[in-house]
Structures are given as structure tokens and as C-alpha cells.
């Protein structure tokens, strides 16, 4: 199984701060990497898949990069409503899915 | 629009079965390019995959390990729905359990609403 490692496990900033979360592969997967963001009592939304592509209503401040082994999730201009917890998911070799332990992003 | 619309009971007493519903609107279980998923979420797992259902010609199923020998996952066609099914569940089980549209490697891009299952006698 392709074992997803993120960091930091949490981060603190400011609205107008610009953040950036890592996610590690424990094998190539090329650009099959897609990242999630969790608010409590909410479902899960898809924000980037394929490492870079930015889903469909997810506004532009939110950025992916990365292929192989190692990507990252870029948010600018933190807004409010952007306080919550993100991970990483890789979907190059299914069985299983696998996910990050999450990026927990709290307001400083 | 694609929606997902969970159902199932919020509380399950030890040893016994965990059964969910998502019902599928806007597209077909039956679909060729998808595949339906279950997760959980946890403070102490985070997002865990518990299994998924597809169709391309024949139906397939695929759980994770974890779970392999207390799931099941089955779609119903006639409801264009697909459920979960976990046996002899015990605390370590409470969780928020949540229905996911995979269409190939683009991400799971539709969610539903979630549902609070606990554990608890």
C-alpha cells in the first residue's frame, strides 16, 4: 500500500496569510494526487485533482504542485472560511485508498 | 447535479451490525465510469477508506484490509443506491461515516451529507 504523509499536522495564521501543506508519497504516483478539505458538520470537498487541476467552484486562491513523490497545497489570501482540516489522497494504485493524517489549519 | 443522500441509524450497540444507505440521484450505481465509496472520519484515524462498488460489465468490490472481514458493500440497482454493512462493530467503530463518487483518479468529487454512527450500549 502507498503510505501519504503529511506535515505539519497543524498550522496556525492570520486571514490575508498565505500557507502552504505538504504531502509525501512513499512511492512515485506520478500526479495522481487529489486534496480534501473537512469542516466540521460539513462533507468533504474536492478542491485539486491530479495534483495541480483546481475542481470546478473552488476558488483560485487554493493551489496544487507536485509529482512523484512530493506535492503541496498552497493557500493565498486566507479567508475566513478556510479554517479547516485538509488532506492529501492518492489515487494512483486503488486498492486501497489512501489518505494524509490531515492538516489541521487554525486561526492565530 | 449529482447528490448523495445518506440514511441509517445514528446509534449501534456493541457486536452488532452498522447498516447505511446512499441513495444516488443526477447519475446511475450502474455507472461505467464511476465508482462508490464509503469513509469514515475520526479524530484518532482521520479520513479512512473503508471500501468501494463499481460496475463495468460485471460488478466489483474492493474493501481495506482493516475492515475485509466485517464489510459489505452492495449495490441496489432497483433503488439506485448502494449500503455498507459492518458486522460486530465495537466502540473503536464510532465515526462519521460518509458516501463518496469516485470517476477515476480525478478525486472523490461528490459527498454525502455524512452520518454520526455511534458505538455505545
Known amino acids: 500500500d502507498i503510505q501519504m504523509t503529511q506535515s505539519p499536522s497543524s498550522l496556525s495564521a492570520s486571514v490575508g496569510d498565505r500557507v502552504t501543506i505538504t504531502c509525501r508519497a512513499s512511492q512515485s504516483i506520478s500526479t495522481y494526487l487529489n486534496w480534501y478539505q473537512l469542516k466540521p458538520g460539513k462533507a468533504p470537498k474536492l478542491l485539486i485533482y491530479a495534483a495541480s487541476s483546481l475542481q470546478s467552484g473552488v476558488p483560485s486562491r487554493f493551489s496544487g504542485s507536485g509529482s512523484g513523490t512530493d506535492f503541496s497545497l498552497t493557500i493565498s489570501n486566507l479567508q475566513p472560511e478556510d479554517f479547516a482540516t485538509y488532506y492529501c489522497q492518492q489515487s494512483y494504485s486503488i486498492p486501497p485508498v489512501t489518505f494524509g493524517q490531515g492538516t489541521r489549519l487554525e486561526i492565530k | 447535479q449529482v447528490q448523495l443522500q445518506q440514511s441509517g441509524p445514528g446509534l449501534v450497540k456493541p457486536s452488532q451490525t452498522l447498516s447505511l444507505t446512499c441513495a444516488i440521484s443526477?447519475?446511475?450505481?450502474?455507472?461505467?465510469?464511476?465508482?462508490w465509496n464509503w469513509i469514515r472520519q475520526s479524530p484518532s484515524r482521520g479520513l479512512e477508506w473503508l471500501g468501494r462498488?463499481?460496475?463495468?460489465?460485471?460488478?466489483?468490490?474492493d474493501y481495506a484490509e482493516s475492515v475485509k472481514s466485517r464489510i459489505t458493500i452492495n449495490p441496489d440497482t432497483s433503488k439506485n443506491q448502494f449500503s455498507l454493512q459492518l458486522n460486530s462493530v465495537t466502540p473503536e467503530d464510532t465515526a462519521v461515516y460518509y458516501c463518496?463518487?469516485?470517476?477515476?483518479?480525478?478525486?472523490?468529487?461528490?459527498w454525502g451529507q455524512g452520518t454520526t454512527v455511534t458505538v455505545s450500549s
Open positions: 463518496a463518487r469516485a470517476v477515476g483518479p480525478l478525486g472523490m468529487d461528490v
Open positions: 443526477g447519475d446511475s450505481v450502474s455507472s461505467k465510469t464511476a465508482a
Open positions: 462498488t463499481y460496475y463495468r460489465s460485471k460488478w466489483y468490490k
